[in-house]
Every structure is written in C-alpha cells, then in structure tokens.
C-alpha cells in the first residue's frame, strides 16, 4: 500500500466536494460537500503523518482539531439553514440575490 | 487490495453526494465515505483515530444533518439546467488542480503500463517500535496534553458556541408556526382526579 494511492483518494474526494459545493443549488448539500472537503483534508494530514512522522504523529493531532472545527461549523450551518428555512420556505441557494433589493 | 475495496465505495459514493434525488439517499452516502476513511484509518494503524471518526463525523455529524432534513422536509431534489455555463471557467481550474496533483504520480507509481520495475514505497523502518511500542492513543495523549495543550483547550471553546448554536436552535420563538413549550405551573396544576375518567364502555364500572 502506498503513499500516492492514499494521496489520490483524498484528491479525488476534494474535487468532488468543491465539484459538490459551487455547482449545489441547495444548502444542506452544501454542507454535506463541506464535509467531504474536510474529511479529504484529513485523509491527507494523517497520511502524510503516518509515512513520515511515525513517532509524533502531528498531522494526526491536526486532524482532530480539524474534525472538532468541522464538527462545530455543521452545527452553526445547520442553525443558520434552519433560520433561513424558517423565514422563507426553501432553501435554495438562488434566492440569496433577493437581498439586493 | 483492501485499499481497493475500501476505496471503490468511496469513488462511487462521492460523487452520488453531489448528485442524489432523494432526500435521504443524500446523507446515506456520506456516511458511507466516513465508513471507509475509518477503515483507511485503520489501515494506517492509527485506531484512535478510525474510532473517533466513527463516533464524531458519523455519530454526530451524519445525524446532525439528518434531523435537519427529517425537520424541515428539505428537497434535495434540483434540476441541473445551468451547470455547463460554469463548465469553460471551472474547467480550466479544475484540469490545473488536477495538472499539478499529478506532479507527485510518476510513472512508475501508476500501473498503467506493465512494467516490471522494483518500486520501493516511502517508508522507512523505525527500529525503537519494536523495542516498546506505542499505541495511537499514547501518542496523541503524550503531545496532546503536554505541548499542544493550549491548542487543545482552543476546540473546547469552539465546542462551546457549538452547544451555544444548539440551545438557541430550540429557543427560537419568532416562528410561523410557535415552538412547543410546556408551561410548568399549568402542568402542575392538572389533577389526576378530574383528568382521567372511565369511559361508559368500560365493564368494571356499572
């Protein structure tokens, strides 16, 4: 098993959750795609840290902080689509120009 | 070959998360990408680290999102009528992302041709393993509270305005229709006596 296979399936899943993010006319996918892009980063970190830096384990350390970030940003994205469905009905990422008005 | 296995639900299922029709179809295959990042995990020998996975992405993200769902009758649904209009743009982003990942895959890494070459991966052997070895949880416990302690308390503040974002979530009284509380004196002041009664069809009574 080595290092570039890993490295690939934590590129492939990064461009499918940006591919997910900008091109998702709703908002809970949104976050969902979120996610992914979160979950490559850390296939990345710990890949890199297990490789390489056997005895500390830094990246993998890294990796928790960013699952603890990633765990609060969903309940605050959450929160904000729950108020947002709550005053408007949908959840579609197209009405957000009607603040323009 | 166990990468392989582990990995082929995960090219499937990614790409099913930006394109799912039903609405809940559209959190069943993330959950299914979590499974086999903690069976990576846990071919990487880091077990701490494919438990914690389980228990925060899909224990507690995955469900986040599916009450949010269940909730508010989301549609998932949407109909792809614009999507080639981004495709000039953000096809040239996205060929040099890919150009510049492929710097790190030569030839000899990608079996595409046959060739018998004797490829060593990068890995090198520590020999202090074997005289005591250390389990994932001992490592992380031997950095996480001693050197990076201060980080660590940082997360535990983040996790306090994400406890803060989950009271205010069932406090929110401005909506259409009212959120359900209960009033604590009117519940106190029910009786038993005057609350439940026999119906005339019960045989006990006469």
């Known amino acids: 098993m080595m290092l570039e296979h890993i490295l690939v399936l934590s590129a492939y899943l990064f461009s499918i959750g940006i591919y997910g993010l900008i091109t998702s006319q709703n908002m809970v ?9 979160l979950n490559a980063v850390n296939i990345n970190f710990v890949t890199f840290s297990d490789f390489f830096d056997s005895r500390q384990l830094k990246g993998n350390i890294f990796s928790i902080f960013v699952i ?21 009905k949908s959840t579609r990422i197209n009405q957000s120009t009607l603040l323009n008005k | 070959m ?8 995960t090219f499937v299922s990614g790409l099913m998360v930006a394109r799912a029709k039903k609405q809940v179809h559209s959190i069943l295959f993330p959950i299914l990408v979590f499974h086999d990042t903690s069976g990576l995990h846990l071919l990487l020998g880091l077990d701490f680290s494919a438990m914690i996975f389980l228990i925060v ?21 949407e109909i792809h009528e614009d999507v080639l209009g981004y495709l000039p743009v953000s096809g040239i982003i996205g060929l040099i992302f890919w150009w510049e990942m492929f710097f790190i895959l030569d030839n000899e890494t990608i079996p595409l041709l046959p060739t018998q070459r004797n490829t060593t991966s990068l890995r090198y052997t520590f020999y ?18 001693t050197y990076y302690s201060v980080w660590f308390l940082v997360p ?17 009284r401005t ?23 026999r119906r005339p069809t019960d045989p006990i009574m006469r």
């Open chain 2, 2 to 9: 166990i990468l392989s296995v582990l990995s082929s639900p």
């Open chain 1, 29 to 37: 996918r949104a976050l969902m795609c979120l996610e992914l892009i």
């Open chain 2, 128 to 145: 202090a393993i074997k005289v005591r070895s250390w389990t994932n949880l001992e490592t992380l416990g031997h950095l996480l509270y």
């Open chain 2, 156 to 172: 535990s503040l983040i996790s306090l305005v994400s406890i803060i974002r989950a009271i205010v979530l069932t406090m929110h």
């Open chain 2, 57 to 77: 992405y899909i224990g507690a993200i995955a469900i986040s999102f599916q009450f949010i769902i269940m909730m508010f009758h989301i549609q998932i649904a």
């Open chain 1, 68 to 88: 603890a970030i990633a765990a609060a940003e969903v309940a605050i994205g959450s929160a904000i689509v729950s108020s947002i469905y709550r005053t408007r």
């Open chain 2, 175 to 197: 909506t259409h229709g009212a959120v359900k509380r209960q009033d604590v004196f009117q519940r106190n002041a029910i009786s038993f006596r005057r609350t439940i009664m």
